[in-house]
Structure formats: C-alpha cells, structure tokens
C-alpha cells in the first residue's frame, strides 16, 4: 500500500561503522541515489560517510527538542516537516568528501540529489543536507504555484507528503496516514485538489474520479487503486532492482566484466507450481524487495494486487508455547507479539500454525500488512494455512511454530516432549494477504484456527483461480 522503505549499508562518521540500522533506511529511488554518488565520490578519491539519514516520528521529535533547549545548533523541524521521516534526506560529512562542494553538488544533481541550501558555501548551516525529492518535487512544485496554502512553505509541504506515503502519520494531516497518502497521490499523479489536509473533501473526491476510481468506495480500496497509479507510473520510487541495473550501465567497462550475470529468473519448484495457479503469471511482473537476510529467500517481492511472496527454508518458532521453557529453543520467549483479545494471551506455538515476519514495524505496516493477517504456506505442493503471529529479528525472515511446521508434515517434537531445533530445507513458499485479518477471529484458540483454515482457503483461491 504505502511507498516501501529499505534498508541501506552505507558508512557513518559513528566511528567509522555503518549507519545504524535504525538510521539506515531510505526509499528505493534514495537508495539507488546514495550508491550512485558513493561511488563517483570514491572515483574521484573521497569518500561519502553520513551522519544521518532516516529519523522515525521519536527520532525527528527528540532531535526538533534538541534544537529548542540549544542542545544542538543545527535547526530541526517538529515531526512531519522533514525529509528525513520518508527516508528521503541524507547529512554527510563534508570533510571526507575531498573535493570542493560545489563538484559535490555536481554528483548530487547527476543522481537527483538536492542540496537545501542555495549556493554552495561549506561553511553554511545545513550544507550537509541533501534530499531526494522524487515525485514529491511535484508536491512542492504544486504548493509553489499556489495550488494549496495551508503550509508555511512548499518545502514543508512537499516533507509532509513524502512523509505520509511512507505509512507514518503527519500530526496535521490526523491521525490516519492514509488519506494523506490518497491526496498525496492525487496531486503527484496530476489532480487539483486544494489543500493537502488529510480530508476528503469534494475536490479530493473529484480528483479520484478523475482518475476513474470509484470515489465511493472505502478510503482502503481508493488507497490501492491510487498506490497502483503511483507504482506505474513512478516505479522507481517503489521497486529496487531495476534501479540497480540501471547502475550497472553506469560503471565503467573494466568493473562491468567483473559484476555477475544478472541473477536468473526465479522459478518455484515443479510442485509448489503446480498448485500456484494464477500465481505463477503473477510472479511475471511481483516486484523484488531487495534486502538481504541471514538465510536469503530464493524470491521476496510483491505480487500485484499486494501479496507478500517469499520463497525460503522456515525455522522453528515455538514462542508463546507454555511448556517451551528448557525444552530445547534456547529463544523461547512465552510471549508472541499477536494476542487474543484479552490482550494478554499468546499464540501456543504448539497449537496454533504461525508465522513470523521481521521487525521493525513498518517492514509490515508500509506494505499494509498487520499482526492477524493470514497467509497460505506451500511444501511439496501440499498448501497450508497460517496467521502473522510474532515479529522475529529484522534480519531474519521465514521462521513457523512448531503447529506450523507439523503441518507441513515436519513434526519437531520429540516423544519425550522436548523439541528438535531445526528448520525445514528451502523451497517453502509463503503468501501473505494483506488486511486479511479480521478482530474477531481473536476471540480464542477455536476461533483463531478455524478461521486461519477457512479464510486461508478462501483467500487463496481467489488468488490462485
Ligand atoms: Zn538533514
């Protein structure tokens, strides 16, 4: 649904280590910009290190309150106002750059990178600080024109935007980000639409029907049908990979003979074929998520219409299992991050078929998905059903209770009751439906595995059929 964030390995000044993780997200337009200026900065003999780059609400609230005791001399913005909330800004450390900043900003506009202030003085505040606008320039653009007016500046505006279409509330515009995101679309994809306010008033209403969406439908099904605009027609602001092919044109000739044939196609074994139906076409065009995990799936991306597909081994999970202490996962934690509607009680690893996807939150809220959701999981052409129950580690990815895996036919624990700590081997694939979690289903144990059954069966076959 919301624009996806990814993460970037890129060096920090933080004692010469990467940026942390928490720091080291960015959109996949930025990302491709960053690697691009990283490398003709070291080709002509500097280095790009950064200082900052993502800041979450927390983040960018802490640093606007450092701002306003003088803790820190660099001005920032309450939460909602900077381009560092959608990954789209980065600071760097000038001093390692060893050029003049003005040939910085050279590299800067190759790769689309904007500098904030408007001559290329080193000495000024915020010289360090660049962004990568993307379609949100048409935000700005569109407030510059005087299309809209209740921000202060476009700039502040166009930050509001890009900020909302990452998942992430604006205080101005309530609560919800979603119907930000809608008028965000709305004015990047063309519309007139007043003010960006976060409602829904009729202009926004005739903007969507301008774009021959239904206006009365759902503000969640108007969101996919203007998220389904935005991917066409700004793909690389939402798909990694080709971006990275594009920069491979870009090196010279004596590294390009070095660089590994593009991977091959992805393909799902003959059996889990089999069953895949519609899938197997859908896969033609699911677009990749390229980030790399500790046991990297054979295939991570999106199927149109918004499905998570991973194609991975699975480990075992056996949180939430009451018995699980000492019987053999050293990780066992008696809690899972789903819970019944008593909100105290989790999910029995033992009993209840799970998944776990990776944090941080919005790894799952940017691509719409929540706690609940349930999926379809494939073994040998056998398919079986799960619900999202428990967020693991952000860089592990495919992980099943121990219900989940008997399931699949891999029964993990022993008769004497104590469990065997393995996985499964490769070629599980998952399927994720997003929102496909409904609250009631929450009532107990009974309730929540029938449903996973029931809605599971019912959601896959309308995607397979
Ligand atoms: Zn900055």
Same mark, same amino acid.
């Given at each position: 649904?919301?624009?996806?964030?990814?993460?970037?390995?890129?060096?920090?000044?933080?004692?010469?280590?990467?940026?942390p993780?928490?720091?080291?997200?960015?959109?996949p337009?930025?990302?491709n910009?960053?690697?691009?200026?990283a490398?003709?900065?070291?080709?002509?003999?500097?280095?790009?290190?950064?200082?900052?780059?993502?800041?979450?609400?927390d983040?960018?609230?802490?640093?606007h309150?450092d701002y306003?005791?003088?803790?820190k001399?660099?001005?920032?913005?309450?939460?909602?106002?900077s381009?560092?909330?959608?990954?789209?800004?980065?600071?760097?450390?000038?001093?390692?750059?060893?050029?003049? &900043?003005?040939?910085?900003?050279k590299?800067? %506009?190759?790769?689309?990178?904007?500098?904030?202030?408007?001559?290329?003085?080193?000495?000024?505040?915020?010289?360090?600080?660049?962004?990568?606008?993307?379609?949100?320039?048409l935000?700005?653009?569109?407030?510059?024109?005087?299309k809209?007016?209740?921000?202060?500046k476009?700039?502040?505006?166009?930050?509001?935007s890009?900020i909302?279409?990452?998942?992430?509330?604006?205080?101005?515009l309530?609560?919800?980000?979603?119907?930000?995101?809608?008028?965000?679309?709305?004015?990047?994809?063309?519309?007139?639409?007043?003010?960006?306010?976060?409602?829904l008033?009729?202009?926004?209403?005739?903007?969507?029907?301008a774009?021959?969406?239904?206006?009365?439908?759902?503000?969640?099904?108007?969101?996919?049908?203007?998220d389904?605009?935005?991917?066409?027609?700004?793909?690389?602001?939402?798909?990694?990979?080709? %971006?990275?092919?594009?920069?491979?044109?870009?090196?010279?000739?004596? &590294?390009?003979?070095?660089?590994?044939?593009?991977?091959?196609?992805?393909?799902?074994?003959?059996?889990?074929?089999?069953?895949l139906?519609?899938?197997?076409?859908?896969?033609?065009?699911?677009?990749?998520?390229?980030?790399?995990?500790?046991?990297q799936?054979?295939? &991570?991306?999106?199927?149109?219409?918004?499905?998570?597909?991973?194609?991975c081994?699975?480990?075992?999970?056996?949180?939430?299992?009451?018995?699980?202490?000492?019987?053999?996962d050293?990780?066992?934690?008696?809690?899972?991050?789903?819970?019944?509607?008593?909100?105290?009680?989790s999910? $029995?690893?033992?009993?209840?078929?799970?998944?776990?996807?990776?944090?941080p939150?919005?790894?799952t809220s940017?691509?719409?998905?929540?706690?609940?959701?349930?999926?379809?999981?494939?073994?040998?052409? $056998?398919?079986?059903?799960?619900?999202?129950?428990?967020?693991?580690?952000?860089d592990k990815?495919?992980e099943?209770?121990?219900?989940?895996?008997?399931?699949?036919?891999?029964?993990? &624990?022993?008769p $004497?009751?104590r469990?065997?700590? %393995?996985?499964?081997?490769?070629?599980i694939?998952?399927i994720?439906?997003?929102?496909?979690?409904?609250?009631?289903?929450?009532?107990?144990?009974?309730?929540?595995?029938?449903?996973?059954?029931?809605?599971?069966a019912?959601?896959?076959?309308?995607?397979?059929?």
């Amino acid at each position: 649904m919301f624009g996806p964030l990814e993460d970037i390995k890129i060096k920090s000044i933080y004692h010469g280590a990467d940026l942390p993780k928490n720091m080291a997200r960015c959109t996949p337009d930025m990302l491709n910009a960053l690697q691009g200026a990283a490398a003709d900065v070291k080709s002509a003999g500097g280095e790009l290190i950064l200082s900052d780059l993502y800041r979450s609400y927390d983040m960018q609230l802490q640093a606007h309150l450092d701002y306003v005791t003088g803790k820190k001399k660099a001005f920032s913005p309450p939460p909602g106002g900077s381009m560092h909330e959608a990954g789209r800004a980065f600071d760097l450390d000038l001093s390692t750059l060893k050029m003049k &900043l003005s040939d910085f900003w050279k590299i800067a %506009a190759k790769h689309q990178l904007q500098p904030i202030i408007d001559t290329p003085s080193a000495g000024a505040l915020e010289a360090w600080h660049f962004d990568c606008r993307g379609s949100h320039g048409l935000v700005y653009d569109y407030y510059a024109a005087g299309k809209g007016d209740n921000f202060a500046k476009p700039y502040t505006a166009m930050a509001a935007s890009a900020i909302v279409s990452t998942g992430v509330k604006v205080d101005t515009l309530g609560g919800d980000p979603l119907t930000g995101f809608v008028q965000s679309g709305l004015i990047r994809l063309g519309q007139e639409i007043g003010d960006l306010d976060g409602r829904l008033g009729p202009k926004s209403r005739a903007g969507i029907a301008a774009l021959e969406i239904d206006s009365d439908a759902s503000a969640q099904s108007i969101a996919a049908e203007i998220d389904k605009l935005l991917q066409k027609k700004f793909p690389q602001e939402y798909f990694v990979e080709g %971006a990275h092919e594009l920069a491979l044109a870009d090196l010279p000739i004596s &590294l390009t003979t070095v660089v590994p044939a593009v991977r091959p196609a992805y393909e799902p074994s003959q059996a889990n074929k089999a069953v895949l139906g519609k899938v197997a076409d859908l896969l033609k065009t699911a677009a990749p998520i390229g980030q790399s995990f500790a046991l990297q799936p054979a295939f &991570l991306g999106i199927l149109p219409g918004q499905c998570l597909y991973f194609d991975c081994e699975l480990q075992l999970d056996t949180d939430g299992w009451p018995e699980g202490k000492g019987k053999g996962d050293d990780d066992w934690d008696p809690k899972t991050s789903l819970k019944y509607v008593d909100r105290k009680t989790s999910l $029995n690893a033992n009993a209840v078929p799970y998944i776990v996807l990776p944090l941080p939150k919005s790894w799952t809220s940017n691509r719409g998905i929540s706690l609940g959701d349930y999926a379809a999981v494939i073994h040998k052409g $056998n398919v079986t059903f799960a619900v999202f129950g428990d967020e693991g580690p952000a860089d592990k990815i495919g992980e099943a209770s121990i219900q989940l895996l008997r399931a699949l036919g891999e029964e993990r &624990l022993k008769p $004497n009751g104590r469990v065997i700590n %393995a996985g499964t081997e490769p070629g599980i694939i998952t399927i994720v439906f997003p929102g496909s979690g409904r609250a009631a289903d929450l009532k107990d144990q009974p309730t929540l595995t029938a449903a996973i059954q029931s809605e599971g069966a019912r959601l896959f076959k309308e995607l397979t059929t």
